[in-house]
């Protein structure tokens, strides 16, 4: 239990995590100074804010104290904030010895956003990296790598008047051959449920006609298109017909720049649902090994072998998608580093266009959530020696980091972090975590941004993660949808 008081109390929601960072999990709890407590001030003067944090703990006090002057006087609210969160974490820092975070208190899933925020006001690279390193308590080669990152970024973020008539598209398929071992994403077994199926791709096949329809009545232009899940690929050939035909006739456009399908288990796919892919104009094809060690697939409860990857990937081929992606996870049940170099060996001879490494999470909805007695996760410095096994594969390949985010209770505190080849880069993947297009969800348990081209802020919505529910609410997912691309273009 940590105690709290003062203004510690009023920034409760925005300094918990940063003391779970040190002490995971703990009740944090208000106006309590029997055992450790933290007592949180903070203040202006002037133009200057400052905060200060004590550290009540075995009867020793620790201090710390930061100060700020806000780039802009409306900023003042979110850099009170910064302050809290940098004074707590600096104060648990000294007081324990630890540095549990390489990324500091930027603890949120988009850590991009922040660098280009500063690059839209003109900072140079060599001073956002300081800046981020000394009010962010980033690790310097962290700081390097989202500076990096944002920077390659630049040229694909959308202008103000090009966000007001280009969107992206993602359409959710809830069904998979089975359900992995750390699956928390909506994702049913198609054998268990297919009676399911029809019901929910009448469903679908609706939305995207009306969806697609608005789109082209207001002159809205589908910049990509990514067709994810679960596993699209795990449909019969006629069910994926009919879906990639409603895309052709009702979202994909002459100038749409990008076809994303995740055909992440190599075993749903052969020649007929390649040559299917290949015929409708898929431009990035993913395949998604997770590991290449036939222990681990067993172990995650996946389907396929790693001789099914190899001749999946070697099938694709044969079709010339521009693109291919490769999905790894680091942190993986019984995995250790030398496992993870054996993959990234494998990967390597593959050649990927595209690599994305995923730290493994553990989401309360997963199975492996509940079995953690089982299969005990990676230490932090396992799953660091795993990451650097996978940034050395990346570089022998020649590719590049373009695009990163973040989740809780990573392995190590890490990052999930997309590599590639120069001209192919995933725009959607972009687009999606740098929130500054408008995407629009269709199927399961599909998330829409609405994003305001003049404020950058935007509205988040979501359809049911459940096939049924989404069956039954489909008129209200629709009209949403509907009026919200009404007032885009009214913008």
């Not at 008081?5 to 925005?14: E, P």
């Not at 019984?334 to 170099?341: H, I, K």
């Not at 410095?381 to 590719?399: F, S």
């Not at 994003?451 to 359809?463: F, G, K, R, S």
Request: glycine residues 6%; charged residues 20%.
């Amino acid at each position: 239990m940590i105690g709290l008081s003062g203004a510690a109390i009023d920034f409760i929601g925005t300094i918990q995590d940063i003391i779970w960072l040190f002490y995971p999990g703990a009740a944090l709890i208000p106006e309590d100074k029997n055992s450790t407590y933290i007592h949180l001030e903070l203040g202006q003067q002037g133009v200057e804010l400052w905060a200060e944090a004590q550290l009540y703990q075995s009867g020793a006090a620790t201090a710390r104290r930061e100060t700020a002057i806000p780039l802009m006087a409306e900023e003042a609210p979110n850099e009170f904030k910064r302050l809290a969160r940098l004074v707590v974490y600096r104060v648990l820092q000294a007081r324990t010895g630890q540095t549990p975070s390489p990324w500091g208190i930027m603890t949120g899933i988009r850590p991009t956003k922040v660098v280009h925020r500063l690059m839209d006001g003109g900072w140079a690279v060599d001073k956002l990296r300081d800046y981020l390193v000394e009010k962010y308590a980033l690790r310097p080669d962290k700081a390097t790598l989202i500076t990096d990152i944002a920077h390659w970024q630049r040229p694909f973020l959308l202008s103000r008047e090009q966000a007001r008539h280009l969107v992206a598209v993602y359409i959710g398929i809830p069904f998979c051959p089975s359900r992995c071992l750390y699956c928390s994403f909506p994702s049913y077994s198609i054998k268990r449920h297919r009676n399911m199926v029809e019901p929910f791709m009448k469903s679908l096949l609706k939305e995207i006609k009306l969806v697609g329809e608005s789109l082209q009545a207001h002159g809205l232009k589908v910049q990509t298109i990514y067709l994810g899940g679960g596993t699209p690929t795990s449909l019969n050939l006629d069910q994926l017909r009919c879906l990639l035909e409603a895309v052709q006739s009702y979202l994909k456009q002459p100038d749409t720049r990008e076809f994303t399908v995740e055909g992440g288990r190599p075993d749903t796919l052969n020649q007929d649902v390649l040559g299917l892919l290949a015929q409708y104009g898929v431009t990035r094809l993913s395949i998604n090994p997770q590991s290449m060690n036939q222990q681990t697939l067993e172990t995650i409860g996946r389907a396929h072998t790693v001789e099914d990857v190899y001749r999946a990937v070697e099938l694709a081929r044969q079709f010339n998608f521009p693109t291919l992606n490769m999905d790894l996870i680091i942190g993986l049940p019984g995995e250790t580093p030398r496992d993870v170099s054996q993959t990234v060996a494998r990967i390597v001879k593959l050649k990927p266009e595209n690599l994305t490494v995923h730290a493994l999470a553990l989401k309360r909805a997963s199975d492996l959530k509940q079995r953690l007695d089982q299969f005990p996760p990676a230490t932090a410095d396992e799953a660091v020696a795993m990451w650097q096994e996978t940034a050395q594969g990346a570089r022998k390949l020649e590719l590049h980091p373009y695009y990163m985010y973040r989740q809780k209770q990573m392995v190590g505190n890490l990052e999930n972090i997309g590599y590639t080849l120069p001209g192919h880069e995933c725009i959607y993947n972009i687009q999606m975590i740098e929130e500054r297009q408008t995407i629009i969800g269709l199927g399961v348990g599909a998330g829409s941004k609405w994003v305001n081209p003049d404020t950058w802020n935007l509205i988040n919505e979501y359809n049911a993660k459940e096939p049924r529910q989404y069956m039954e609410r489909l008129a209200e997912y629709i009209g949403r949808k509907l009026k919200h691309i009404d007032d885009l273009k009214k913008l």
